[in-house]
């Protein structure tokens, strides 16, 4: 490759500050946890990063196994120039991918769990599996690039002999990949629009992916030409776009039968307009119509300003398709809208960045777009080998103090811009508790939970419940009330969870001192109870207990633990309360019978107006 020359520089210096800003704010992120660092709602779950990193981004990066299956599989020895250029995107494209899942689910700690802990059930399980293995696998396949560099002949000739069965594993997981990821959107027929959801997804999503994976080959490399002053194969790249052309046609072929069979076009022509169809009008154009019309033509497919829009429109069409599948399919029955913040959209530019500077790293420091020839049985490379000193020089590259420079700058700014965002602790709505919970019988055997009045309810065996308590505890019915009914305020034996859980999720402050001034019987008796240090719950149960051990129902109970100044959120109130006992007497947590399992309380009722609802 040649030197840096002014546009290349630029470039990669605006690489740097994002990939900077991106790692910036991730770390907001793990300290401050997904609250702080996304918009991302119970309603919404599927964010920027996981759609857009994960599930079009993986899409984007499977030109590895297409062009693997093409060269390999089907015999096509004149496509072996964009061999290693397509596994150098399929590596550092399912990299990406995997690095933004990490900073995308809960408890990234817990990222190893699904190597050992096998949920067979899982569609997610299957993805991760799938696309974990398939990474480790493009990685073997990039390994020969990086060790011909080195004097180590006879172990690059044997990567290169064992290469073949690895190749066919790799098209195979790729293949499950992406029609697990289609997969996880069944699950929702009742959530996502008509325009996106089909049973037929699976292969949408796979037909899709090898489409533009092929755009994104062309794309690149004009790309890459362009900045480091290389020709083009055009017989090569027009090659590339006509099978692009068969599977997208394949797709709109498939999705035409779904909207003939599924009585969907009243949604794209018919009275049934809505936003939505415009929106799937641009997208279904962008990702076929137009690059088809492109790569068919000769004309059109033969010359690079045309050629470079089709394959752009058939990379920002599918980068379309799956945030419309994944997050804006589902906003009308969500009721609400999401928008990525800023920080999600740096965090999401800053690993993209990451993978650009990889990659232009490999470009400009090994073989990646010819492969060097072999002498014969000797399996020595006419290449260069580096010595110990020039590798180190090669990986740590002489950009060392723009770097710094940008570090010193980059990272503060950063972190005051958007502390409210990504590095600041996540503050949620207030939402007050509206009900206490009703009757469902005229005797109140079963009660009805539902604190916000959503219809989200839970039907609470009550009666059940005391004859439970009564036969295993061996208490009295009238004692059996504090087994949930932990702690009552003042003169109360049985009060409404309501009475302290004020808020749906917000914790409540249990001790006003307001209100406690005029009970005092002193000044000092006063400044003596506001002097004790809320943060120490043995503390507080002393000062508490001296007053109320008469007129506080389960005050007791905090003798040995210590009594917290605040009351936690209804939600939290509720699943703790009931979890600790459900999940004592669990059993099988895979079926929906058993206590310990979420449908246990939460059952699911079939309504007229809607298919499926969820109580």
């Given at each position: 490759?040649t ?11 605006i ?12 770390v907001?992120?793990?300290i ?21 990193n994960?599930?079009a ?23 072996k ?5 397509s596994?150098l ?8 991918s ?16 699904p190597f ?10 299957e993805v991760?599996w799938?696309?974990s293995?398939?990474?480790s696998?493009?990685a ?7 060790t ?40 929702s ?11 037929w ?7 899709s992916?090898?489409g533009?994976g092929?755009s994104?080959i ?8 362009k ?12 090659g ?17 039968f779904?909207?003939s069979?599924n009585g969907?076009?009243?949604?794209v022509?018919g ?8 929106l ?10 137009i ?38 399919g ?8 999401y ?6 959209l ?18 400009e ?9 072999m ?5 020595e ?5 580096w ?6 020089t090669?990986?740590?590259g ?5 770097v710094?420079?940008t ?12 502390q409210d965002q ?13 009900a206490?919970v009703?009757?469902?019988?005229a ?12 219809g ?11 004859n439970?308590?009564?036969k ?21 034996n ?5 009475g ?6 917000l ?5 006003d001192a307001?209100?406690?001034k ?26 508490c207990?001296a007053c109320?051990?008469e007129?506080m ?19 939290d109130?509720?699943h703790g ?5 459900h999940?004592a ?14 449908l246990?309380?939460?059952?699911l ?11």
């Amino acid at each position: 490759m040649t030197k840096d020359n002014r546009a290349l520089s630029i470039i990669k210096d605006i690489l740097w500050i994002l990939l900077i800003a991106g790692l910036t704010v991730g770390v907001g992120r793990f300290i401050f946890g997904l609250g702080a660092s996304t918009r991302m709602t119970d309603a919404l779950p599927w964010g920027f990063w996981k759609v857009f990193n994960m599930v079009a981004g993986a899409a984007l990066a499977t030109s590895g196994f297409v062009v693997a299956a093409i060269i390999y599989i089907f015999q096509m020895e004149k496509y072996k120039p964009v061999a290693r250029f397509s596994v150098l995107i399929g590596f550092l494209g399912y990299g990406s991918s995997l690095t933004a899942l990490l900073f995308d689910i809960g408890l990234p700690h817990r990222g190893w769990h699904p190597f050992f802990m096998w949920n067979a059930h899982s569609f997610l399980f299957e993805v991760f599996w799938c696309v974990s293995i398939y990474w480790s696998i493009t990685a073997f396949e990039l390994l020969p690039i990086i060790t011909e560099r080195f004097p180590f002949p006879k172990v690059t000739h044997f990567i290169h002999e064992i290469m073949l069965p690895f190749v066919i594993l790799g098209i195979t997981l790729s293949t499950m990949h992406h029609s697990s990821l289609g997969s996880l959107f069944m699950a929702s027929p009742t959530r996502l629009h008509p325009l996106w959801f089909s049973l037929w997804i699976p292969p949408e999503f796979f037909i899709s992916a090898m489409g533009a994976g092929l755009s994104v080959i062309i794309l690149l490399m004009f790309t890459i030409s362009k900045l480091y002053r290389r020709t083009v194969n055009m017989k090569l790249m027009s090659g590339l776009a006509k099978g692009s052309a068969f599977f997208l046609g394949l797709y709109l072929i498939i999705k035409i039968f779904d909207f003939s069979i599924n009585g969907k076009w009243n949604f794209v022509f018919g009275p049934d307009l809505t936003w939505e169809s415009y929106l799937f009008w641009v997208e279904i154009s962008l990702q076929t119509i137009i690059p088809l019309f492109v790569f068919i033509i000769p004309a059109f497919r033969n010359r690079t300003p045309t050629l470079l829009f089709g394959v752009s429109c058939a990379a920002i069409g599918l980068v379309m398709h799956r945030l419309n599948t994944g997050i804006i399919g589902y906003f009308r029955t969500a009721e609400t809208i999401y928008i990525p913040n800023m920080s999600e959209l740096l965090l999401s530019g800053g690993i993209l960045a990451g993978a650009g500077l990889i990659f232009l790293l490999v470009l400009e420091r090994f073989y990646v777009f010819e492969e060097p020839e072999m002498h014969g049985d000797s399996h020595e490379a006419d290449v260069e080998y580096w010595s110990r000193d020039e590798a180190l020089t090669v990986f740590a590259g002489n950009r060392a103090k723009k770097v710094v420079a940008t570090l010193v700058l980059v990272i503060p700014i950063t972190w005051f811009l958007f502390q409210d965002q990504s590095t600041g602790p996540f503050k949620p709505i207030s939402s007050p508790v509206s009900a206490t919970v009703i009757g469902v019988d005229a005797m109140r055997t079963t009660l009805r939970i539902d604190g916000n009045q959503n219809g989200d309810f839970v039907d609470f065996a009550h009666q059940k419940h005391q004859n439970k308590f009564m036969k295993d505890y061996g208490l009295e019915k009238s004692d059996t009330c504090i087994k949930c009914h932990h702690l009552n305020l003042p003169k109360d034996n049985n009060s409404n969870c309501r009475g302290c859980h004020l808020d749906m999720i917000l914790e409540t402050a249990l001790f006003d001192a307001e209100k406690h001034k005029s009970r005092f019987k002193s000044s000092e008796q006063l400044s003596a109870f506001l002097s004790l240090n809320l943060e120490n719950p043995k503390e507080n149960f002393k000062a508490c207990v001296a007053c109320h051990n008469e007129n506080m129902a389960g005050l007791s109970n905090y003798a040995t633990k210590g009594f917290s100044h605040s009351a936690p959120g209804f939600k939290d109130a509720m699943h703790g309360s009931c979890q600790t006992c459900h999940r004592a007497r669990q059993k099988d947590p895979t079926k929906a019978e058993d206590e310990g399992n979420c449908l246990f309380c939460h059952k699911l009722t079939v309504s007229s107006s809607q298919e499926i609802v969820s109580h």
